[in-house]
């Protein structure tokens, strides 16, 4: 086992303690990888909060970048000395999986948020021995060093290899998301009008996908004035408040006939019924983001004539295809992603936490 350090959160509602911890190595269809930057997203929150699984005490974290150290002897895909970002976990047998839609793994749940491997095992023990929850979202990146399974790595193509590798972590979850949603799944016509609700990393990702494929109306909507300003740098052509009273009617006034697309980034009953509200006939609303289990929404019946909603987990993509593709897209200007992130030690976890809870930072990463 190795030695190293993570971010444990021990009781729901954490906080999270930077403890010292042992790490199994790789089995053979697993890499280990030693963590340099990680991203925080609203889920690992969830889960200290305990509305997610896995439970404490657990290390979290799943928007990792870092370096190769190890390979397990199966593993082909990737080498020592490697950069890579890592991504959600998927079981590579399922139909979602054997038909190129892995993040809609019919396992995506049991092995990536139950806190093991597929046999129920874990690699991470505290200093006492005891076991830890982990390999959250296939990683755990809340650690100077992940064991991972071989198909949740990514390897970052040489041409991008000025692109630096702290930051690239998100690329993993939230980025891949929003930017997946749209690419991958609604795919808007040069000149569509699409709606974004919420302006965080995955909405952000989302407006910066709208533009990529020249969508004519970009609408972002969300609570904070900075992030409405940020939205508009990265290429939104309307903002709206998201408390605002007239949001519907604004919208339907502004796309004449109501928005071809929407992407509700947020996951709340209400966004899920404004997502619905502001489509025209023909149109398709995404819903991406997640306030946790136990959501429910009501729609009325005639809403959804000649309407598409549809729920999307990670982009629906195929994450060693579009991060590549992202990151490419970052180097050529049109994926300005950098713009979101903030970046903090690790040992500074707690400033991230606070500061992403009260709307500071869009997406903060963690420097390890």
Not at 37 to 43: A, E, I, Q, V
Not at 210 to 229: P, W
Not at 233 to 254: I, N, Q
Request: aromatic share 4%; hydrophobic share 45%; net charge negative.
């Amino acid at each position: 086992m190795a030695v190293t350090k993570a971010a444990i959160v021990r009781q729901k509602g954490g906080p999270f303690r930077i403890e010292e911890i042992q790490v199994e190595g790789p089995r053979l269809d697993e890499v280990a990888v030693r963590i340099v930057g990680s991203g925080l997203c609203h889920t690992d929150l969830l889960a200290r909060d305990q509305v997610l699984p896995p439970g404490a005490p657990a290390v979290l974290g799943h928007e990792g970048s870092g370096v190769v150290t190890a390979v397990g002897a199966a593993v082909t895909s990737v080498a020592v000395g490697d950069r890579v970002v890592l991504a959600p976990m998927s079981c590579g047998q399922c139909r979602g999986c054997r038909t190129g839609h892995p993040m809609h793994c019919s396992s995506f749940l049991g092995v990536n948020l139950m806190g093991g491997r597929r046999d129920g095992s874990t690699a991470y023990r505290d200093a006492a021995g005891e076991e830890l929850r982990g390999h959250f979202f296939g990683q755990s990146s809340f650690s100077t060093e992940a064991v991972v399974n071989e198909r949740s790595v990514v390897r970052i193509p040489d041409d991008c290899a000025d692109v630096p590798l702290e930051i690239l972590g998100p690329m993993g979850c939230g980025l891949q998301t929003g930017a997946g949603t749209v690419l991958n799944s609604l795919k808007p016509s040069a000149g569509s009008s699409i709606v974004v609700l919420g302006a965080g990393a995955v909405g952000l990702a989302a407006v910066m996908a709208a533009g990529i494929v020249s969508a004519g109306t970009i609408i972002a909507v969300d609570l904070h004035d900075s992030r409405l300003e940020l939205a508009r740098e990265l290429g939104a052509t309307h903002t709206f408040r998201a408390d605002s009273p007239t949001l519907v009617e604004d919208v339907l006034a502004l796309t004449g006939h109501g928005a071809d697309f929407a992407v509700d980034a947020v996951g709340l009953p209400q966004t899920v019924r404004t997502a619905v509200a502001v489509l025209g006939i023909g149109g398709t609303a995404a819903i991406v983001g997640s306030a946790g289990a136990g959501q429910e929404a009501s729609l009325g019946i005639s809403q959804l004539f000649g309407r598409t909603v549809k729920g999307v987990v990670e982009g629906d993509c195929v994450p060693a295809l579009l991060i590549p593709e992202l990151i490419r897209l970052h180097r050529a200007g049109r994926f300005p992603f950098d713009k979101l992130i903030r970046t903090y030690g690790f040992d500074d976890i707690e400033q991230a936490v606070e500061d992403a809870e009260q709307g500071r930072t869009v997406k903060p990463v963690l420097v390890v």
